[in-house]
T-cell receptor
Framework: QKEVEQNSGPLSVPEGAIASLNCTYSDRVSQSFFWYRQYSGKSPELIMSIYSNGDKEDGRFTAQLNKASQYVSLLIRDSQPSDSATYLCAVKFGNTPLVFGKGTRLSVIA | GAVVSQHPSWVICKSGTSVKIECRSLDFQATTMFWYRQFPKQSLMLMATSNEGSKATYEQGVEKDKFLINHASLTLSTLTVTSAHPEDSSFYIC??????????FGPGTRLTVL
């Protein structure tokens, strides 16, 4: 059974702080990793994808991948109230559809 | 801009009627599309994989005769909820992969069955 685990939260951070969202997955063979953001009542939107070990930065977002530890994280720098949402981690296991975690709810307090 | 569209964005219907939801990939072809359902405050649940030119693949526990999927072309998949009941009220979201693995979601369709 392919699994993706996330802490459901809520994770509360003050405005301007770094929010750190974590995700672990069950299969070492996984090659593709994604972070999505979902606002309440809306569909998920893609934030970042990462395929190689290390860090990948895009604006205020940094994705970190450690395949040996089966761990992928998302850092949000200078968090804003508009970042308050549920963040979904998704992993591509072979040829199967993306497997999503249950999501971590982030609350950025002004 | 959006890469996947859905129509309608919301629909209200009477119990026992059928509802069709369309999912289109914009400016790219998708031989595969995915249909999800999400109840309030719950996680995404994959219902089925829509395959162009062949039968859809349904996840365990999803009734294929109730949720009819037709992948009519390389840019269009439809989900028909047949004989809808109040318990089918949910947020239905489709997605399509572009550039190999990257999956983009449509804006979703909120179904309310009275």
């Amino acid at each position: 059974q392919k699994e993706v685990e996330q802490n459901s939260g809520p994770l509360s951070v003050p405005e301007g702080a770094i929010a750190s969202l974590n995700c672990t997955y069950s299969d070492r063979v996984s090659q593709s990793f994604f972070w999505y953001r979902q606002y309440s009542g809306k569909s998920p939107e893609l934030i970042m994808s990462i395929y190689s070990n290390g860090d990948k930065e895009d604006g205020r977002f940094t994705a970190q991948l450690n395949k040996a530890s089966q761990y992928v994280s998302l850092l949000i720098r200078d968090s804003q109230p508009s970042d308050s949402a549920t963040y979904l981690c998704a992993v591509k296991f072979g040829n199967t559809p993306l497997v999503f975690g249950k999501g971590t709810r982030l609350s950025v307090i002004a | 801009g959006a890469v996947v569209s859905q129509h309608p964005s919301w629909v209200i219907c009477k119990s026992g009627t059928s509802v069709k939801i369309e999912c289109r990939s914009l400016d790219f072809q998708a031989t595969t599309m995915f249909w999800y359902r999400q109840f309030p405050k719950q996680s995404l649940m994959l219902m089925a994989t829509s395959n162009e030119g062949s039968k859809a693949t349904y996840e365990q526990g999803v009734e294929k005769d109730k949720f009819l999927i037709n992948h009519a072309s390389l840019t269009l998949s439809t989900l028909t909820v047949t004989s809808a009941h109040p318990e089918d009220s949910s947020f239905y979201i489709c997605s399509a992969p572009k550039d190999t693995d990257t999956q983009y979601f449509g804006p979703g369709t909120r179904l309310t069955v009275l």
